[in-house]
């Protein structure tokens, strides 16, 4: 099942930015980066100062976090990706995810 669901996120991820048309939002480069960097810094400050410590301040809070991080600043795949790497880098969250 794990290996399922890797394949299926890493071929969702490329389809996505293969699919990408980027050249369209040459116009609106400029914009666009601002309200990314913005959205980028909202998000972090509010994982920081209010998420991060009302899940608990753990381990498990912490794989959570990355999980709302990638969520807010893209997509479910992106979450459970966010979620996969941390889990792999720091070992298993068997509470909150276990892949």
Same mark, same amino acid.
């Given at each position: 099942?794990?290996?399922?669901?890797?394949?299926?996120?890493?071929?969702?991820?490329?389809?996505?930015?293969?699919?990408?048309?980027?050249?369209?939002?040459?116009?609106?480069?400029?914009?666009?980066?601002?309200?990314? +960097?913005?959205?980028? !810094?909202? +998000?972090?400050?509010?994982?920081?100062?209010?998420?991060?410590?009302?899940?608990? /301040?753990?381990?498990?809070?912490?794989?959570?976090?990355?999980? !709302?991080? *990638?969520?807010?600043? *893209?997509? %479910?795949?992106?979450?459970?990706?966010?979620? %996969?790497?941390?889990? /792999?880098?720091?070992?298993?969250?068997?509470? !909150?995810?276990?892949?």
């Amino acid at each position: 099942m794990t290996l399922i669901s890797e394949y299926s996120l890493s071929v969702f991820l490329a389809i996505s930015l293969m699919s990408m048309q980027l050249w369209t939002l040459s116009g609106m480069a400029g914009p666009l980066l601002v309200v990314v +960097v913005i959205q980028a !810094f909202v +998000v972090i400050a509010y994982v920081w100062i209010v998420l991060f410590p009302l899940l608990g /301040r753990d381990y498990q809070s912490a794989v959570l976090s990355a999980g !709302f991080v *990638g969520l807010s600043l *893209g997509a %479910t795949p992106t979450a459970v990706a966010n979620m %996969t790497a941390v889990t /792999r880098h720091y070992g298993p969250s068997p509470t !909150f995810f276990w892949h």
